[in-house]
């Protein structure tokens, strides 16, 4: 079993919807938890990170992390064709030394 | 532009090749990765170093090799390429104290 797991998709969704991404993990050490975008051929970018069980929000952005069940999301609100990336979830601990994880990634397709 | 600047961009190489991909980053970061791309597989750390003079092997390490002369530059050796070794590669960085990383643009390296 994968520490990390995030299906790949693909997803279509039409522009405006929200779209949620998520990945479920093993590992209940990992405490750091990231969303990366990375469109086609190019690096993956950091979108947003934190730390432990909650929300953050940033723009259309929500990053939600629920350690009790091992699940994080990503909710992308009025989604635009700009949006249309893989997204990679991440995770990080630190035990005996950093250790980060990165899920396959989920492609991302949004129609005009 | 700060950033990471990965060198070549791309290349088709023939097995049993030696081939160094290049790496330099400009933001003075301490830490510095390299992993490799596969479909379905996601990213899988290669090798890092958490400071000039110093690396570590990650998930993935056999049949290549690193060093860290410096800040800026982290070069990934292949001695002698395999066809298993075909994938897109990338740099990365991280500040201390950050746990996202900045990623360069990639290298696409094709084993014949």
């Known amino acids: 079993q994968k520490e990390v797991e995030q299906d790949p998709g693909p997803l279509s969704v039409p522009e405006g919807a929200i779209v949620s991404l998520n990945c479920t993990y093993s590992n209940s050490a990992f405490q750091y938890f990231m969303w990366y975008r990375q469109y086609s051929r190019k690096g993956p970018e950091l979108l947003m990170y934190?730390?432990?069980?909650g929300n953050k929000e940033d723009g259309r952005f929500t990053a939600q992390v629920d350690k009790s069940s091992k699940y994080i999301s990503l909710f992308i609100r009025d989604s635009q064709p700009s949006d249309s990336a893989t997204y990679l979830c991440a995770m990080r601990t630190y035990t005996g030394g950093f250790k980060t994880i990165f899920g396959a990634g989920t492609r991302l397709f949004v129609k005009a | 532009i700060a950033g990471i600047t990965q060198a070549p961009t791309s290349q088709i190489l023939a097995a049993g090749r030696r081939m160094t991909l290049r790496c330099t980053q400009d933001?003075?970061?301490?830490?510095m990765y390299w992993y490799r791309q596969d479909l379905g597989l996601g990213l899988r750390l290669i090798h890092y170093s958490n400071t000039a003079g110093t690396t570590g092997k990650g998930e993935v390490p056999d049949g290549y090799s690193v060093s860290r002369a410096n800040t800026d530059d982290f070069p990934l050796t292949l001695a002698s390429a395999v066809p298993s070794q075909t994938s897109v590669y990338f740099c990365a960085s991280s500040d201390t104290g950050h746990y996202g990383y900045t990623f360069g643009s990639g290298t696409r390296l094709t084993v014949v």
């Open positions: 934190t730390y432990s069980s």
């Open positions: 933001m003075r970061h301490n830490a």
